[in-house]
């Protein structure tokens, strides 16, 4: 909404872009209308599907994010320090939860041991709390559910005999708000080392 408030301000004429907002039922009027041409889903995989079928009537294009496995790689001569933001930023940025999000890290043996030991520093050194607190780096989860299924892939990481690398000093809480959204779910910082973990 405000993004439109922005290209109004800045001239763009009224109804170039426009902001609908709705649940599925307007989502299926936009994605089996006659005159829209192209649709671009960022979802799941279900969502995924049902927009392909209802654009398939029409012939639309359409575009689909729906999540994956992005790798990253730190080969044995890389810059380290830029190597560890890079990795903070893909797998941190909105509290991990986001469709690019870089879930696996690929460290060459010979800076392995380095890698792993400025990321940690690093982690520690993050701000977790409210997100609505501007000195905050790292916010809440979506929900308490989604709280509990990382940390199920944590513990089935540690079942694979996965060595976990954690952050000191932080870890798992809730908090109560009496803004609108009053429930926050917060996690604490970690990682699986050589694990043939292939989950989420």
Do not use: W
Request: aromatic content about 6%; some cysteine; glycine content about 12%.
């Amino acid at each position: 909404m405000k993004l439109q408030e922005v290209f109004a301000a800045a001239g763009l004429p009224e109804g170039v872009f426009q902001v609908v907002q709705g649940q599925a039922q307007t989502g299926r009027l936009l994605t089996r209308h006659r005159d829209i041409r192209k649709i671009s889903l960022t979802g799941e995989v279900g969502t995924g599907k049902a927009v392909m079928a209802d654009a398939a009537a029409t012939l639309k294009q359409v575009t689909l994010e729906l999540g994956g496995k992005s790798p990253l790689i730190v080969f044995g001569d890389a810059k380290l320090d830029n190597a560890v933001a890079g990795a903070l930023l893909a797998n941190f940025y909105s509290a991990g939860e986001v469709c690019s999000n870089g879930t696996r890290v690929f460290v060459h043996q010979s800076v392995r041991a380095a890698f792993v030991e400025r990321l940690r520093s690093r982690a520690a050194a993050m701000r977790i709390g409210d997100p609505m607190d501007p000195a905050t780096q790292v916010g809440a989860l979506i929900s308490a559910e989604h709280m509990e299924k990382v940390l199920g892939f944590i513990a089935r990481g540690r079942g694979l005999s996965s060595r976990m690398s954690y952050a000191p000093g932080t870890r798992t809480h809730h908090v109560r708000r009496s803004r609108p959204c009053r429930q926050r779910s917060f996690m604490f910082l970690a990682g699986c080392q050589g694990s043939t973990f292939s989950g989420r």
